[in-house]
């Protein structure tokens, strides 16, 4: 069965540090792939999203995401967060057939003065 | 273009009522899915359509729920009776033709049963 794992439940970081979430998925051949962000009380905006070719993808509001098939992962990774980044964060896997859609648990990301 | 739409933003209701959901997918979306995100459970899948027709609604918790799509823009997510362990946000997305399988989110609906 397909599955989207996110093994960070909570992550709390400083204010200018860098930051990387950890999503790995398990599916026989490569997926879409999607990060969200959800900011508190709000729907689920994209972040980047990664279909093919490089496989680091560039993202909205200065994250990036690296695709690696040895691994199955899709780890999202930002050099410098902002207090605004603080949010919850969803990986997702969309199949090519029947736009099955799987999100992770997501990712509660903290950040300190 | 307005993005999806979902109305009403928050419902107050009492255990045993009726309650309706509504969302209006981008238009030119033909995949429309309705999901249910609890802080247990998480983001749930609880049915899609595409082009308006239902094609898998094996999310759907019980036949308490259901869910139309009358036309291409508009679609209905009824709990009927409702309970309190229904209470959630309640997101719609939609699909634009093509396939890419990027999901544009609504605002959510966030529902509370007394």
Known sequence: AQSVTQPDIHITVS???SLELRCNYSYGATPYLFWYVQSPGQGLQLLLKYFSGDTLVQGIKGFEAEFKRSQSSFNLRKPSVHWSDAAEY???????????FYFGTGTSLTVIP | ????????????????????????????????????????????????????????????????????????????????????????????????TGGSNEQFFGPGTRLTVL
């Open chain 1, 15 to 17: 204010e200018g540090a």
């Open chain 1, 90 to 100: 969803f990986c997702a896997v969309g199949l090519y057939t029947g736009n099955q």
């Open chain 2, 1 to 96: 273009d307005a993005g999806v739409i979902q109305s009403p933003r928050h419902e107050v209701t009492e255990m045993g009522q009726e309650v309706t959901l509504r969302c209006k997918p981008i238009s030119g979306h033909d995949y429309l899915f309705w999901y249910r995100q609890t802080m247990m459970r998480g983001l749930e899948l609880l049915i899609y359509f595409n082009n308006n027709v239902p094609i898998d609604d094996s999310g759907m918790p019980e036949d308490r729920f259901s869910a139309k799509m009358p036309n291409a823009s508009f679609s209905t997510l009824k709990i009927q009776p409702s309970e309190p362990r229904d209470s959630a946000v309640y997101f719609c997305a939609s699909i634009p």
